[in-house]
Nanobody, 124 residues
Framework: QVQLVESGGGLVQAGGSLTLSCAAS????????MGWFRQAPGKEREFVAA????????NYADSVKGRFTISRDNAKNTVHLQMNSLKPEDTAVYYC?????????????????WGQGTQVTVSS
């Protein structure tokens, strides 16, 4: 059973930056695509970004395209989400997730393991 642990959340002013990290246990990290999702209070969980197992392919929600960058380090079993130009509407709990499916998946049902989440709060 893989464990995914997010870190790096916090409080930041609008226009600021944060980098989220997700550390995965186990020796099969490089076989899986990885994704970030977020859930704001009173809203459904939504896709943010995904990266293929090799890192060659990425996919972003339109709302974060050009501001967020997903990356991974297979040697360290980590995936990162660099978030720039943050907006109050980016406030949410951010979740890291693992997908055994090929490519970069934006639908949550294709993910089989999830972290506990890390809170990101952007003040105006």
């Amino acid at each position: 059973q893989v464990q995914l642990v997010e870190s790096g959340g916090g409080l930041v002013q609008a226009g600021g930056s944060l980098t989220l990290s997700c550390a995965a246990s186990g020796r099969t990290f490089s076989r899986y695509s990885m994704g970030w999702f977020r859930q704001a209070p009173g809203k459904e969980r939504e896709f943010v970004a995904a990266i293929s197992w090799s890192g060659d392919s990425t996919n972003y929600a339109d709302s974060v395209k050009g501001r967020f960058t997903i990356s991974r380090d297979n040697a360290k079993n980590t995936v990162h989400l660099q978030m720039n130009s943050l907006k109050p509407e980016d406030t949410a709990v951010y979740y890291c997730a693992r997908s055994p499916a090929a490519g970069t998946q934006y639908v949550s049902r294709w993910y089989d393991s999830w972290g506990q989440g890390t809170q990101v709060t952007v003040s105006s």
